[in-house]
C-alpha cells in the first residue's frame, strides 16, 4: 500500500490513467481492470507495467503528488515575496476546494484531500522542497526573522495552506480570491518573526 518502497514508474498515458481511476473511484474501489477501461488497453498490459494494484496505488499517488506540486510551483513562481507566494497558492488551493465541494466524497475526490489521507509522506516531502528554498530567500531578504528554523517556518507555510483545503470557511471568504490573499498576506509572515504588513509593503493584486 502507500508508503511501501516501490520503483517509480515514470510518466506515461497509463500512469495518468491510473491516477485519474484513483481520483475518480478512490483507493477502495481502485483496480487495475479499471485503469484498463479508462486507458483503453488490457489489464495485462497494466499489471505488465504498473504491477500489482498496491503497486498502482502508490504510483498513482505519486504522480498526483507531482502534478499537485508542479502546479503550485508554477503559481508561486510569478511572485517576488514569500506572502505574496504563500498568497497565491492559497487562492489555488482555495479554487480547487470549490470545484470539488459539489462531489461526492470518493468519486472525483479532490486530489489534495486524496494526497492527505493516503500519500502524505510525499505530499509532505515535496511540499518541504518547494517551500524551503523560499523562505531561505526570504530570510535573505529580511522579509522573515534571520533566526527563524527554515524547516519549521516551511512547515508552518505548508500547514497553514493545507487547511484551506480542509477547513470550511468562518470569517474569511473562501470565494473571493482578494479576501484570500489579503489574509494571508496580513498574517502568515508575522508568525514567522518577520515585518508587520505595512512594512513589507505587499503590492495589491486585483481580484
Do not use: Y
Not at 485503469?35 to 505488465?48: L, M, P
Not at 499517488?61 to 498568497?87: M, N, V
Not at 518573526?193 to 509593503?201: E, I
Amino acid at each position: 500500500m502507500p508508503g511501501d518502497q516501490e520503483p517509480r514508474i515514470p510518466s506515461t498515458p497509463l500512469l495518468a490513467a491510473a491516477a485519474e481511476t484513483l481520483r475518480q473511484l478512490g483507493p477502495r474501489r481502485f483496480s487495475l481492470t479499471a485503469v484498463a477501461e479508462t486507458a483503453g488497453v488490457s489489464r495485462g498490459t497494466v499489471h505488465n507495467i504498473l504491477g500489482t494494484r498496491d503497486a498502482a496505488i502508490t504510483a498513482a499517488l505519486d504522480h498526483l503528488s507531482a502534478g499537485f506540486i508542479a502546479t503550485l510551483a508554477a503559481e508561486i513562481s510569478e511572485h517576488d515575496t514569500l506572502a505574496e507566494q504563500a498568497a497565491a497558492a492559497a487562492v489555488l488551493i482555495s479554487a480547487h476546494r470549490r470545484r470539488s465541494a459539489s462531489t461526492p466524497r470518493g468519486i472525483n475526490q479532490s486530489v489534495l484531500i486524496l494526497l492527505l489521507e493516503h500519500g502524505n509522506e510525499e505530499l509532505i516531502r515535496r511540499s518541504g522542497e518547494l517551500w524551503m528554498p523560499l523562505v531561505r530567500a526570504a530570510k535573505q531578504r529580511g522579509e522573515v526573522a534571520a533566526e527563524v528554523d527554515t524547516g519549521l517556518a516551511s512547515e508552518w507555510i505548508m500547514r497553514v495552506l493545507f487547511s484551506f483545503e480542509l477547513l470550511p470557511p468562518i470569517r474569511v471568504n473562501l470565494d473571493s480570491p482578494r479576501s484570500v490573499r489579503r489574509f494571508v498576506c496580513d498574517h502568515i509572515i508575522a508568525g514567522l518573526g518577520g515585518a508587520s504588513r505595512d512594512t513589507q509593503q505587499v503590492k495589491e493584486i486585483p481580484a
